[in-house]
């Protein structure tokens, strides 16, 4: 068992004001596996306090971006030499399965890092305009303190997509880590500190939504910046707006993989149900309405059912599973609860539906929905397990017109055999990004949604930006 009794604050690990602590429990073996202080607000104060001093007292943010690039690329460096460990850390934590920690919850977090790197060597961040009586020196500088809050699904890579857009900028970071998953920001920030990051740019306080809430309406910071449910995003934005500080949401999704008639369903299929269940399902992008021609509708449900049933559940650990056990009991009950609500709406199950029979753990069966209507629950809410709904359309228009009928818009993918066109139903569905036959997430490229799927984008140069205010200097117009 990991226990950490202490917190990251000001670059030392300092003893927390609380007596609380925060139990990690492992989903599979449902056993106490690490403990952490639970963070109070008087911790907060302290680390707010910390990034204020790192931000106004040190040369962090004004030394050339290019060398906080240096931080993010030794970074990388080292979190690649530990990527086992951490992939075997963060499944333990939350029952991500191996395979796909490696790439999604390790790999994919160095990505982000190198590509931020990138830019942070190259970007502009003064630039020269005409003005009416001179030139303008359009400047763009960091925020500030920065609070940063993020969910349990992808916590490592959660933590790099805020923080290294916000250290390329300049900012220093106050990080609220998610209840379930407290552990491998630990071992981030002692990676960080090897590659060089100064104390106090970065400062972590483990704990629930209460101190959460209480972060983003500290009085030293100056941005914020969340990932988690669009419920508690709207909570956030409300007291950000109250505030007038600028904010970053990244929320829910309900995403459509549009099969177009004529595609080659045994290429495309197998692809579908590995983004629509990666993470066990757990995943904001995850592909979860399956929109099938009316005439391909049976193939296309058969074809789903068969890939889900044979899928194998069991131990995160095991390299061969590929659906490990959903965060937390609750969330097993609540995808159970939605699946209940599918069945009395009128959905027609065709494979699993109930509780995966393991010795132990949080499981739910991978489960297929046939005959749903986009206007059920099951097609409406966020289920975050693995459940698949199938849903047929009469015309790509209808196609069109139930993938923006939705509450959320954050991903998308379009499948067919004829890519250009594939991409003009992509250009016609209202999320934030899509995919043409395949579906990834670009690091180079804005992330994130349309409607209650957030507000703001997050990776490429959009995501540096939301960690920069602009101004604008009207130069001497004598000094020629
Ligand atoms: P959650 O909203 O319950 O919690 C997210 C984080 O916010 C946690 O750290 C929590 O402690 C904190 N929090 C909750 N209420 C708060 C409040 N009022 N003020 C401040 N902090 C508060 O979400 P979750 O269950 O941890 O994560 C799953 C959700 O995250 C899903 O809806 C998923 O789609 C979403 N998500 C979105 C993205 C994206 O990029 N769009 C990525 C990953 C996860």
Same mark, same amino acid.
């Given at each position: ?8 604050? #000001? ?17 599979? &073996? =449902?056993?106490? @596996? ?13 680390? /707010? ?11 962090? $943010? ?13 970074? $990388? ?12 850390? %963060? ?10 920690? %490696? ?6 977090? &160095? ?22 009586? !001179? ?5 763009? =500088? ?27 900028? !300049? ?36 704990? #629930? ?15 914020? &910046?969340?990932?988690?449910? $669009? ?71 058969? *074809? ?23 965060? *937390? ?27 995966? =029979? ?18 059920? @629950? %099951? ?5 975050? #397990?693995?459940?698949? +709904? ?23 993918? /379009? ?15 209202? @999320? !934030? &990004? %899509? ?13 994130? #949604?349309?409607?209650? +799927? ?27």
């Amino acid at each position: 068992m990991i226990v950490q009794d202490r917190l990251y604050i #000001g670059g030392e690990l300092v003893a927390p004001t609380g007596t609380g602590t925060i139990d990690v429990i492992n989903p599979y &073996t =449902e056993e106490i @596996t690490g403990r952490v202080p639970d963070g109070t607000n008087a911790d907060v104060d302290a680390a /707010v306090a910390a990034a204020r001093r790192a931000f106004d007292t040190t040369d962090w $943010s004004t030394r050339p971006a290019s060398e906080r690039a240096e931080v993010l690329t030794k970074a $990388s460096a080292i979190i690649s030499s530990r990527m086992e460990e951490l992939a075997a850390l %963060i499944s333990t934590e939350m029952g991500s399965p191996l395979g796909w920690s %490696i790439f999604g919850q390790v790999l994919a977090p &160095t990505m982000v890092l190198d590509y931020y790197a990138g830019l942070g060597a190259t970007y502009e961040f003064e630039e020269t305009r005409p003005g009416l009586f !001179g030139p303008v020196l359009v400047r763009r =500088e960091p925020m500030g303190v920065a609070a940063a809050i993020v969910p349990w699904n992808v916590p490592m890579f959660e933590n790099v997509i805020k923080l290294a857009p916000a250290f390329i900028a !300049g900012c220093t970071v106050v990080l609220k880590t998610a209840p379930e998953t407290p552990l491998d920001a630990y071992v981030l920030h002692e990676i960080l500190t090897e590659a060089g990051l100064p104390p106090g740019v970065l400062n972590i306080i483990p704990g #629930g939504r209460e101190v959460g809430a209480y972060l983003v309406s500290h009085p030293d910071v100056d941005k914020v &910046t969340f990932t988690g449910s $669009s419920a508690a995003g709207m909570k956030v934005a409300a007291a950000a707006g109250s505030l007038l500080r600028p904010c970053t949401l990244e929320l829910g999704g309900k995403s459509a993989a549009i099969i177009l008639d004529g595609a080659d369903l045994n290429a495309v299929i197998p692809q579908i149900i590995d983004a629509g269940v990666m993470n066990n399902g757990q995943a904001c992008v995850a592909q979860t309405r399956i929109l099938a021609p009316q005439g391909q509708y049976e193939n296309v449900l058969e *074809a789903v059912t068969e890939a889900m049933s044979k899928l194998v559940v069991g131990d995160p650990l095991d390299p061969a599973t590929q659906i490990g056990p959903l965060v *937390a009991a609750r969330q097993r009950d609540r995808v159970l609860g939605l699946i209940d609500q599918g069945k009395n709406e009128g959905a027609r199950i065709t494979t699993g539906g109930g509780r995966s =029979e393991q010795p132990t753990g949080w499981f739910v069966e991978p489960t297929v929905f046939g005959d749903v209507e986009n206007s059920m @629950t %099951i097609a409406q809410e966020e289920i975050f #397990g693995p459940v698949l +709904s199938v849903i047929p359309y009469s015309d790509e228009a209808s196609a069109i017109a139930i993938a923006n009928d939705s509450l959320y818009g954050l991903c998308g993918t /379009v499948w067919g055999a004829d890519a250009a066109h594939a991409t003009d139903v992509a250009r016609q569905v209202k @999320t !934030g &990004t %899509i995919g043409v036959n395949h579906f990834s997430m670009a690091f180079g490229a804005p992330f994130g #949604g349309y409607k209650q +799927s957030g507000l703001g984008r997050e990776l490429g140069p959009e995501g540096l930006e939301a960690y920069l205010e602009l101004k604008s200097i009207s130069l001497d117009p004598a000094a020629g």
